[in-house]
């Protein structure tokens, strides 16, 4: 792992370069500071989203950063111009970005990566999945239909909900957030399944029931499928069409990992021959999500528009110092993605 000072002494560090266009980011970044910590803020309010390439005032500028927290597209693009860059944090959990940059390049950066996985997200993106699990059992979507048309009804579907222990959900992905989602549920008495890459000793499942590395494992049975996985080339097309046949029940498909996992035409033909009952949707193949898509137009669908968490500036503040303190303190850094695999 890189070294992420030039000097030993505690509080003798570079000072933390923030290029980021989250509002607020550099002042809870100061806020948050520890003495003798500089923070040095680089405008990049009037910088194009699609494409964040710094202007040379501003490449000048980041020349000599050592530490960066930066949003994840703007790092991708602009870290070419920080050679001396020893460990930046990323604003985002996920690090799209560097997987297309590696892939195009076939080059590893050479310094540390974090990302941002902190409590807060993970609690967030937790409330999320709960939130649309007890949506769809409730028939919310069914109800503010019958409002808008005032139709007092006790039909089946509405009389026929059931509570979280009577569920089983099987997630995809057992990181932070898979767990945190998985404590949530557990705590309201669901069976909760995971889905990992390697497999896990019994000791070491956590708040799930069951994890492991078998795909259809966790699919058989399952009321409610969650993603979490990140973007990786393994990650790509994994679901389709003839992995949801395999199901013995109709679940409902929550996706707030990425939406490479499954093409969209393949999750619309899931959705019209009834191999899921729903899905709900928070990450697409293509974002903005186009208005020419299909998913739109499916009364079993809900759409979010990548919501599910969001990066709050004083959230990521807490945890990069917090991660900066356990750091000078001798620890290793927590949440390092892993070039090779990319998380």
């Given at each position: 792992?890189?070294?992420?000072?030039?000097?030993?002494?505690?509080?003798?560090?570079?000072?933390?370069y923030v290029l980021s266009q989250i509002p607020n980011l550099a002042k809870c970044l100061e806020q948050c500071a520890l003495p003798g910590v500089q923070i040095k803020s680089i405008d990049v309010t009037d910088v194009c989203t699609e494409n964040?390439?710094?202007?040379?005032?501003?490449?000048?500028?980041?020349?000599?950063?050592?530490?960066?927290?930066?949003?994840?597209?703007?790092?991708?693009?602009?870290?070419?111009?920080?050679?001396?860059?020893?460990?930046?944090?990323?604003?985002?959990?996920?690090?799209?970005?560097?997987?297309?940059?590696?892939?195009?390049?076939?080059?590893?950066?050479?310094?540390?990566?974090?990302?941002?996985?902190?409590?807060?997200?993970?609690?967030?993106?937790?409330?999320?999945?709960?939130?649309?699990?007890?949506?769809?059992?409730?028939?919310?979507?069914?109800?503010?239909?019958?409002?808008?048309?005032?139709?007092?009804?006790?039909?089946?579907?509405?009389?026929?909900?059931?509570?979280?222990?009577?569920?089983?959900?099987?997630?995809?992905?057992?990181?932070?957030?898979?767990?945190?989602?998985?404590?949530?549920?557990?705590?309201?008495?669901?069976?909760?399944?995971?889905?990992?890459?390697?497999?896990?000793?019994?000791?070491?499942?956590?708040?799930?029931?069951?994890?492991?590395?078998?795909?259809?494992?966790?699919?058989?049975?399952?009321?409610?499928?969650?993603?979490?996985?990140?973007?990786?080339?393994?990650?790509?097309?994994?679901?389709?069409t003839s992995v949801f046949q395999k199901f013995r029940k109709k679940p409902v498909f929550i996706n707030v990992g990425r939406g490479n996992i499954i093409s969209e035409n393949e999750l619309v033909q899931a959705l019209k021959t009834g191999c899921?009952?729903?899905?709900?949707?928070?990450?697409?193949?293509?974002?903005?999500?186009?208005?020419?898509?299909?998913?739109?137009?499916?009364?079993?669908?809900?759409?979010?528009?990548?919501?599910?968490?969001?990066?709050?500036?004083?959230?990521?503040?807490?945890?990069?110092?917090?991660?900066?303190?356990?750091?000078?303190?001798?620890?290793?850094?927590?949440?390092?993605?892993?070039?090779?695999?990319?998380?």
């Open positions: 792992m890189a070294a992420c000072f030039s000097s030993s002494f505690k509080f003798a560090c570079p000072p933390i964040p390439l710094l202007d040379e005032e501003r490449r000048n500028a980041v020349k000599d950063a050592e530490i960066a927290v930066c949003d994840g597209m703007l790092l991708a693009k602009n870290y070419k111009h920080m050679p001396n860059l020893k460990w930046a944090h990323c604003t985002w959990a996920g690090i799209d970005p560097f997987v297309k940059v590696i892939q195009d390049l076939h080059d590893e950066p050479k310094f540390t990566l974090t990302r941002h996985s902190g409590e807060a997200f993970c609690s967030s993106m937790a409330e999320y999945v709960m939130c649309h699990i007890l949506n769809s059992e409730r028939q919310t979507k069914l109800c503010w239909k019958n409002q808008e048309s005032k139709i007092w009804s006790l039909e089946e579907k509405v009389r026929n909900t059931r509570n979280l222990d009577e569920l089983t959900i099987s997630i995809l992905g057992v990181g932070n957030m898979a767990s945190e989602i998985a404590k949530f549920l557990k705590s309201r008495g669901a069976t909760v399944y995971g889905f990992a890459r390697n497999p896990r000793l019994f000791t070491q499942f956590g708040y799930f029931d069951r994890i492991t590395a078998e795909l259809d494992g966790v699919l058989l049975d399952c009321d409610y499928l969650c993603n979490t996985l990140p973007y990786t080339p393994l990650t790509c097309g994994i679901l389709s899921l009952s729903g899905a709900v949707l928070d990450v697409f193949e293509i974002e903005p999500l186009p208005e020419s898509s299909p998913l739109w137009n499916i009364p079993e669908v809900t759409i979010t528009p990548h919501i599910a968490a969001l990066s709050k500036p004083e959230d990521i503040g807490e945890e990069f110092f917090r991660v900066f303190s356990s750091y000078t303190e001798g620890h290793d850094l927590k949440n390092v993605v892993n070039w090779s695999t990319y998380y």
